[in-house]
């Protein structure tokens, strides 16, 4: 559908050449929380697909609208739906797929709250199961005559591992799951799943493709099959819409996101390259790293890399790794990433143990977002907060 059309001019003219543009060179933000019809019929006729037609903003609203034609166009995908996070479109996305006494297989480190999501759903009678492992038949055992998902990130959250996305969609398609993948780390600039035979595609706006730390969102890509039906389901009751202020945000975000990932995967790479020689560090998680055991497969899925990271330090101490990221000055410490300034997090101060526990990820890991700063000044930040801890 997309084949002929460039990932540059998709993030920056894309549907924005239509009549009801007027030729502005910023789309309009529609503020509005209605829309009105000449006669009934008209408006009973609209709200039979309420997806396709503009009734209440709840549904959809034209700003919203052409941000999700261009983020469908970015993902190869026939649909996209915008909410207003990335976990309402991780919700809604598994709710429109499990039912009561289903089950869903979880591949490796997932979102910590997309897991509290799954243990949240047992309530429910929904069950998963998560597995680490870097082979499709090892999933095997995992499956049960009433599994329907397979859950997964490629790069994997906090530790990056690479998988092989076409092998696991391809695992999944054999057995009748439906493949969701989080494609929030490398965006759809560097990695295309759907491409890959992934069924759905999750995404946080709020990082890269927002990119500003301005706007909270999330959108789910994928067949219309898929999507159409809990646009007007899920979405709708959930209530979880996309405003069209941030949709505008997203858009304008958009317009920069070739360029900026690229300044990322050069900073990020610079950073990484740094702290893998230095004593203090045990491992650095970069699969843009020569090093990295997933660097050749993911140079093989992925045209880029994303500058989100994560480093083992060489140490077991919570206080210890406490120091390190209190010794940061120009890394700021805070949750998400993907904007202009770097961030610094650690699991073993932030995340619950039980959740940690499921992701394999060590007391000494620290998670590192590099932003559009100087590299050599965030370098000899990291220098000096690991000369302190």
């Not at 052409?66 to 976990?87: D, H, N, T, V």
């Not at 997933?294 to 989100?308: D, N, R, W, Y």
Request: proline share 5%; charged share 20%.
């Amino acid at each position: 559908m997309y084949e002929h059309i460039d990932d540059n001019w998709i993030c920056s003219r894309y549907g924005e050449d239509e009549p009801w543009m007027l030729g502005a060179v910023n789309p309009p933000v529609f503020e509005s929380s209605l829309f009105t019809f000449p006669t009934a019929g008209a408006l009973s006729g609209s709200l039979a697909a309420e997806d396709e037609n503009y009734v209440y903003s709840r549904g959809t609203n034209p700003t919203v609208d052409l941000l999700q034609r261009k983020l469908a166009a970015l993902e190869r995908a026939e649909r996209a739906k915008c909410f207003g996070s990335g976990m309402g479109a991780i919700a809604a996305t598994i709710s429109s797929l499990v039912s009561a006494g289903d089950h869903v297989i979880v591949l490796g480190a997932v979102y910590g709250p997309t897991t509290q999501f799954l243990r949240y759903l047992e309530k429910f009678g929904v069950s998963h199961t998560t597995v680490h492992t870097d082979n499709p038949a090892a999933l095997d055992s995992a499956v049960k005559p009433n599994s329907r998902m397979l859950y997964l990130e490629s790069p994997s959250y906090m530790r990056y591992g690479v998988i092989d996305i076409r092998a696991f969609a391809e695992w999944a398609r054999g057995r009748g799951l439906t493949t969701v993948m989080d494609n929030t780390w490398a965006t759809p600039i560097f990695q295309k799943p759907l491409t890959m035979g992934v069924d759905l595609v999750v995404h946080s706006l709020s990082k890269y493709i927002g990119g500003h730390s301005d706007l909270v969102g999330g959108v789910v890509a994928g067949p219309a099959r898929l999507v159409r039906p809990l646009a007007l389901t899920e979405y709708q009751l959930y209530g979880a819409a996309l405003s069209a202020h941030e949709a505008s945000k997203a858009i304008k975000g958009l317009r920069t996101l070739p360029i900026r990932m690229a300044a990322h995967q050069e900073r990020g790479l610079r950073v990484a390259e740094f702290l893998v020689k230095h004593p203090a560090v045990r491992a650095v998680n970069h699969p843009g790293l020569p090093g990295h055991p997933g660097h050749e497969l993911a140079s093989a899925q992925m045209t880029g890399f994303s500058s989100v990271f994560s480093v083992e330090l060489d140490t077991e101490d919570v206080a210890e790794v406490g120091r390190f990221v209190d010794a940061l000055r120009h890394f700021r410490i805070g949750v998400s990433w993907g904007g202009y300034e770097s961030l610094v997090n650690a699991p073993a101060l932030t995340t619950l143990d039980s959740v940690r526990a499921t992701m394999e990820i060590p007391v000494g890991l620290v998670r590192l977002s590099v932003g559009l700063e100087d590299p050599a000044t965030l370098i000899a930040d990291l220098a000096n907060a690991l000369e302190k801890s």
